[in-house]
């Protein structure tokens, strides 16, 4: 058996096969679980499981981004009953997730089309009147992608908890402090 610095081959062999295997345990661990992420005295980013999956309200477009808005069944059940609406509320349990990328046009579409890019932010907003009485039963949380680490972080605009986005949405408290109309399909 062959041996460098006092080392066995074998040993050396297994060092090597080892040590990839650490990395990539480590990053497993340090990885962020984001379900335990939660905006001071406001909403849990576990509140909201499978909002990936939810049916799509709307789709706009700012200066610098392309949001989606989706919402769980109460909520598109409110919709399609014709909320927002002057005068009518939505019930409690109503979800929205707005998900926000930069973007960048697609270089292979046979026409101009800007399509989703990075991930940017994450916002969660619900109703439950008995949790979040002080602002109608809205509550709201925002969190910032970074992808150098694949992490969130609450947002600037939610660092004071479930509040932050009420005097926004004031504005349209006539609709029940809901802006995004159901499109006609």
């Known amino acids: 058996m062959s041996s460098i610095n006092g080392l066995k081959t074998e040993s050396i062999r297994a060092i090597v096969i080892a040590a990839p ?3 990539v345990a480590s990053l497993a661990i340090a990885a962020q679980d984001w379900s335990t992420l939660k905006i001071p005295d406001g909403l849990s980013f576990s509140d909201f499981t499978g909002y990936e999956n939810w049916q799509d309200v709307a789709v706009s477009q700012t200066e610098t981004s ?10 598109m059940e409110a919709f399609r009953s014709g909320l927002p609406a002057s005068g009518k509320v939505f019930p409690d349990g109503s979800k929205i997730a707005k998900i926000e990328w930069g973007f960048k046009k697609n270089t292979v579409a046979p026409y101009f ?3 989703p890019d990075e ?3 994450l916002a969660f907003i619900e109703k439950d009147t008995k949790r979040f009485p002080n602002t109608h039963g809205w509550a709201y949380a925002q969190w910032e992608y970074d992808p150098a680490t694949d992490t969130l972080k609450t947002s600037k605009l939610s660092p004071s908890g479930a509040e932050c986005g009420f005097q926004c949405y004031s504005k349209v408290s006539a609709q029940d402090y809901i802006y995004t109309a159901y499109p006609k399909r």
Do not use: E
């Open 113 to 115: 089309v800007n399509v």
């Open 21 to 23: 295997l650490v990395v």
């Open 66 to 75: 392309i949001k989606v808005i989706v919402a769980n069944p109460v909520m």
């Open 119 to 121: 991930l940017k932010t």
